[in-house]
């Protein structure tokens, strides 16, 4: 009886030891694969086997791992490191001076056309992997329980498709955009589309430009990404087969937390995981420890522009290096460019640093941050005020979010000098309520019944146990647009009424005649 009670307790303890599985994961590289690699961990300590496939232009997904056995394909993804660094510079040079309605669209165009690259380059991969049928039957032998992926790329949800396994999506954004919108009934009238700067309360001419861009937008993807893979879908699926169908998974995984992101409606499918990443503080390097303490009462400040944007414009450089060295405080700062010649002493430049343990630090007062969403998240959590400086994609979404909730101030960087930057450093460092306001969002982030990473754990062995999650899916990816949005429904409806009403008005017409023919025979 004694051992059956330790034997119980065990198995209790431990259950992944009891429903240990195989999963196959197709990972993003570059800073997705960061939030990727925490779950391939967590999965790989209770016991579950993780494949990762990999290209050969991989720079943040290693070959070999602890964690997981790599699968490495003879063939490039085309988003590699350089590839994505030349496009971001592309990009930041159109901004320059600040933007006008031109700069704009040509910013636009540019994305879709980069983009347009890439999913060409991603559709060849599909097809050199489909075309490899050795690899194919190896990973049907392998009898996967589930394929995770971020379908930023949609290369795992159509193999996962293809092997015909259930499918976990680890999302914020699809091939097509946004990821809620490929999904979730998303009203424009009061869910704002990622790249239009709007919030959730938009006047009538706001509701009007967010129908625009969802218009342009929805007019990039038959443009620049379905062309890509119509072929291929057609050849490997059949002609009844579309390309967003792919997208038909049994659980979305979405790294948002509705504490920063507007209200809107969602799907019994989707699971919040926003900032599952963030882990309490640990302690820092000794040099870091000491440059910190050395700040005294005045605090540190810290800057990071993410792992893609290492340097800036020499002027630009110089002028946020001669704003912070007007300051008391320390400050911290990650870059790689060439050191600026108005660098104060109390300034560190380093190449990397370890961002959220220093965020968690008591002594840092403020985060000057491009807005990236792990960043944002990481500030969220330890409850620091933020400083944005957006420069690409939707970091100016993502400090908008911010702005709005009065925990951070944003800074246009492209037309930004000395005076403006040290201005909103002060600003947000003296007004309290930035402070007070992003640690109400870090309580109500933290005051939760189940922390985000152990619920996504628990869903993706939800869909091991029950080899999917098909009552969870609707029936959306069936229906064409027009049947989605019931327009055959409406223009029925229209036509049965516009049919009584011509009706009506015929047999008015013919009454009225009949009583003009009366009344003249009388007369």
């Known amino acids: 009886m004694h051992w059956t009670c330790i034997l119980i307790s065990f198995c209790w303890l431990c259950p992944t030891l009891v429903h240990a599985g195989k999963v196959l994961v197709f990972p993003v590289d570059g800073s997705h694969w960061v939030n990727m690699n925490v779950i391939i961990q967590e999965l790989h300590l209770r016991g579950h086997q993780v494949s990762v496939v990999r290209s050969t232009d991989s720079w943040y997904i290693k070959e070999s791992s602890p964690f997981y056995t790599s699968i490495t394909l003879d063939m490039e993804s085309g988003f590699d490191e350089d590839f994505l660094t030349a496009f971001i510079a592309e990009l930041l040079d159109i901004q320059k001076g600040g933007m006008s309605v031109w700069k704009r669209f040509k910013l636009e165009m540019e994305l879709a056309k980069k983009n347009s690259e890439v999913q060409k380059k991603q559709s060849k991969l599909i097809e050199g992997l489909f075309e490899n049928k050795e690899l194919i039957q190896s990973l049907k032998d392998a009898e996967y329980d589930l394929v995770l992926t971020d379908p930023a790329t ?48 938009m006047s009538f001419f706001e509701r009007l430009l967010n129908v625009l861009i969802f218009g342009f937008a929805e007019h990039q993807i038959a443009q620049y990404l379905l062309p890509h893979y119509e072929n291929l879908i057609e050849k490997y699926f059949g002609p009844d087969t579309d390309y967003l169908s792919m997208f038909q998974a049994d659980l979305w995984l979405m790294r948002v937390d509705f504490v920063f992101e507007f209200p809107r409606p969602t799907m019994p499918n989707v699971i919040y995981m926003g900032g599952f990443q963030c882990k309490p503080a640990k302690p820092l390097p000794q040099h870091l420890e000491d440059f910190v303490q050395s700040s005294g009462e005045h605090g540190v400040i810290l800057m990071s522009l993410g792992t893609l944007i290492g340097e800036l414009p020499p002027d630009l450089a110089e002028a946020i290096t001669a704003a912070f060295a007007k300051l008391p405080q320390k400050v911290i700062w990650r870059y790689k460019g060439d050191r600026p010649g108005t660098l104060g002493n109390n300034t560190l430049l380093v190449d990397w640093m370890p961002q959220s343990d220093l965020l968690g630090h008591p002594k840092i007062k403020l985060f000057v941050a491009h807005g990236g969403t792990n960043g944002v998240q990481e500030a969220i959590y330890h409850g620091v005020p933020i400083l944005g400086l957006p420069l690409v994609f939707d970091q100016h979404d993502n400090l908008l979010r911010i702005k709005e909730r009065g925990a951070g101030k944003v800074i246009d960087v492209f037309t930004m000098n000395e005076d403006i930057f040290f201005q909103g450093i002060m600003e947000v460092l003296t007004d309290p309520s930035y402070g007070v306001n992003m640690q109400r969002l870090s309580r109500l982030h933290r005051d939760q019944p189940i922390k985000p990473l152990d619920n996504a754990l628990f869903w993706i062995e939800f869909v091991m146990r029950h080899k999917g999650a098909a009552h969870l899916r609707t029936e959306s990816y069936k229906l064409p647009w027009y049947s989605y949005h019931s327009i055959d429904v409406i223009l029925f409806l229209a036509a049965v009424v516009l049919v009584i009403l011509s009706t009506f008005a015929l047999l ?16």
């Not at 008015?508 to 007369?523: P, Q, V």
């Open 154 to 201: 949609p290369t795992g949800a159509i193999l996962a498709q293809y092997l015909k396994l259930p499918l976990v999506f680890n999302v914020r954004w699809t091939s097509q955009g946004e990821g809620h919108f490929s999904i979730a009934p998303s009203p424009l009238s009061y869910v704002p589309i990622v790249g239009s700067e709007l919030s959730d309360k």
């Open 508 to 523: 008015i017409k013919c009454l009225c005649s009949m009583f003009l023919r009366t009344k003249h025979k009388r007369d």
